[in-house]
């Protein structure tokens, strides 16, 4: 099965770009990569997610290496607001499952 | 509307009561989920209903019995449960199982077995 490698942890100050890694060395070709975060005491919610292509949305970009090996969710401007643990989650083509990571827990310092 | 509301948010039972958990989607996903949360933990799959019957398993012991009454409703009985059972049950729904589609998660009930 398909894994993913997060770090524990990450800080970054507030209304500062922070990047927060994944390794998906086991990726299969129709695995889709995406990104939940859950903010305290809350269910999980989407962020973003991606196949080959970089994306960006409202919430956040998703930089893809072009191997598809690893990814990169990168929120442009943190706030206190974005303080959660992030999942990186791999989802195969057509499998109700997520594999999820074990989560980077991130601190936004004001 | 992009809810999924879970009753009750809290819930503590001994090991000999029966309980139900309630899961609500009204945004016409066809399939609905239910997982299991420890502390520092990432969601575990339990169950995955699709259009109304049961698709996947993932081993839970018979002590959990889900339940899909119709499409926008999903509920959890619990019977004879264990302490190691106390955790954060959260409900999903996602229009289907494709690799893209995203899963709404409700808000969780959080399970104290005593």
Redesign the interface.
């Given at each position: 099965d398909a894994k993913t490698t997060q770090p524990n942890s990450m800080e970054s100050n507030e209304e500062e770009p922070v990047h927060l890694p994944c390794n998906h060395s086991t990726i299969s070709g129709?695995?889709?990569i995406?990104w939940y975060r859950q903010l305290p005491?809350?269910?999980?919610?989407?962020v973003i997610?991606g196949?080959t292509s970089n994306v960006n949305n409202r919430m956040a970009s998703l930089a893809i290496a072009e191997d598809r090996k690893s990814s990169t969710l990168i929120l442009h401007r943190a706030t206190l607001r974005d303080a959660a643990v992030y999942?990186c989650i791999l989802?195969?083509?057509?499998?109700?499952?997520?594999i999820?990571?074990?989560?980077t827990k991130l601190i936004i310092k004001p | 509307d992009t809810e999924v509301t879970q009753t009750p948010k809290h819930l503590v039972m001994g090991m000999t009561n029966k309980k139900s958990l309630k899961c609500e989607q009204h945004m016409g996903h066809r399939a609905m989920y239910w997982y299991k949360q420890k502390a520092k933990k990432p969601p575990e799959l339990m169950f995955v209903y699709s259009y109304e019957k049961l698709s996947i398993n993932e081993s839970v012991p018979s002590r959990f019995s889900p339940e899909c009454p119709n499409s926008s409703l999903l509920n959890l009985h619990l019977h004879a449960l264990q302490p190691e059972d106390s955790a954060l049950y959260l409900c999903a729904s996602s229009q289907g199982g494709s690799g893209q589609e995203t899963q709404y998660f409700g808000p969780g009930t959080r399970l104290l077995v005593l």
């Open positions: 129709t695995d889709y995406h005491s809350q269910g999980p919610e989407y997610h196949l999942y989802r195969t083509g057509s499998n109700y499952q997520l999820w990571g074990a989560g | -």
